[in-house]
């Protein structure tokens, strides 16, 4: 894939991690460490975007909201593994195609 191919592909990607880490570090510290589970709500959600693209995270992050209530025994939730290596997350926390396989 070419890397003008891949930016676009990937773009609404991160602009959900962009959207995601912003309120990560404006907003969600205003309420505290109400989470029930391990990673907090928002982390799971921009991890799973990260992993899943926008549709599976946004999907997966929505369930793992509806989950979390008071009554929620809560504990560790981690985001269910993607099975290839198709892209790669920068330090950043943004989304790139993976150099893995060219030659």
């Known amino acids: ?19 995601l ?6 907003i969600s510290p205003l309420y505290g460490d109400v989470c029930r589970y391990y990673p907090s709500c928002s982390h799971y959600t921009l991890q799973a975007i990260q992993q899943h693209g ?3 995270g946004v999907w997966l992050g929505t369930r793992r909201i509806a989950r979390c209530h008071p009554w929620a025994e809560g504990g560790v939730d981690d985001v269910p593994a993607r099975t290839h290596d198709r ?3 920068t330090r950043s926390g943004f989304v790139v195609a993976s150099s893995h396989g060219k030659g």
Do not use: E, G, K, W
Request: aromatic share 10%; hydrophobic share 60%.
């Open 21 to 26: 880490t912003v309120y990560r570090a404006v």
């Open 87 to 89: 892209y790669r997350v």
């Open 1 to 19: 894939m070419t890397r003008a191919l891949a930016f676009v592909v990937l773009l609404p990607r991160n602009v959900c991690v962009a959207i």
């Open 54 to 56: 926008v549709v599976r």
